[in-house]
């Protein structure tokens, strides 16, 4: 018997690792005799260089531009000769800010710019970029910077980084590019399909969460439509309603519209780049799982991805969380057999999730003997 265990990170006390980990002492609990299969998941945010990690890719050490433009160490994940994995959020997410200070106005993208030159200088063409996480509504221009562009006031004068600058925003000068970026295949793996602007864009939306007050929401806004308008009166057609482009407060945008590259559902990119799929299609039984499961699970959240595979191969999965906020028929609606939450077994929130391994063993245990006698 196979038990294949693909989990994503419970966050604030496990990560899809760890998760894995103490989810698959469950199952040998459960079934002493069986093959338990660790094979943890992510979609692209924060914690997917790790899962790339253990799904057999190498790291590639890169000295960065944090959020901020203090230096971070951080990497990217070489596949093969060929293609290479970047994480936005390890190089200038939320994760790198300074004391964890929100700076929605300066916070900028250059760090992931800069490894995903770091890459391309590595002889790796094949971009898959995971921008999940971001601290900046910059529109991606400091992306862009990094690789070569200038976004110049009517002085002619570089702008600062960060959202807050493109206000002053007067011509994009797009003839730096590095070639090795113009010739580069660039994939980004994204979840969301909001828009760069408006009540549902990347400032409106995603830039409370980066800590910005009204007042800079404004402003951000204000910047992102400048960017939008100076473009296209130098002559490019950019789409700023494509579905995604307000992905990583307009990463999305710039990844697409200036660098070409195409975004796909990041638990499908991170999936085809470990093989998830031809692990579970071995599977007697697959255990998934993360921090909560509710509606928002239900419309593609990594439990989601796991349970579709599953189903196309005709294999059980149930699911294990922190806090399990489904019905019943939610619960098999979604493809799960079965569901069990941390919680049911510890009520107090803050006990659970201090001790969310041991629990996730325990829940992990009952819910397989309750599947596999």
Known sequence: MTIVVACGAFKGSLTALEACHHAAQGARRAHPDADVVERPVADGGGGSLEVMVAGGARTVPVSVSGPTGDTVETSFAAIDPDTAFVEMADACGLLRLPGGEPRPLEASSRGVGEVILAALRSGRGNIHL?????????????????????????????????????????????????????????????????PLLGPLGAARVYGPQKGATPEQLDALEAGLARLVDVLRAQGLDVDPDAPGSGAAGGVGFAARELLGASLDPGFEVLGTLTGLEDVLSAADLVVTGEGRLDDQTMHGKTPMGVAALCRSHAVPVVAVCGRLDLEADRVAEAGFVAAAALTEREPDLERAIANAGPLLEDVAADVISRILP
Do not use: K, Q, Y
Not at 141 to 159: I, P
Not at 165 to 171: E, F, K, N
């Open 130 to 194: 995971g921008i999940g996480g971001s601290a900046s509504t910059d529109g991606g221009t400091g992306m862009l910077s990094a690789l070569g562009a200038r976004f110049l006031d009517a002085d002619g004068n570089e702008l600062p980084d960060g959202g807050g600058a493109l206000i002053h925003l007067d011509r994009v000068d797009l003839d730096g590019l590095d070639p090795a970026v113009r010739a580069a295949r660039i994939l980004v793996a994204c979840d969301v399909d909001n």
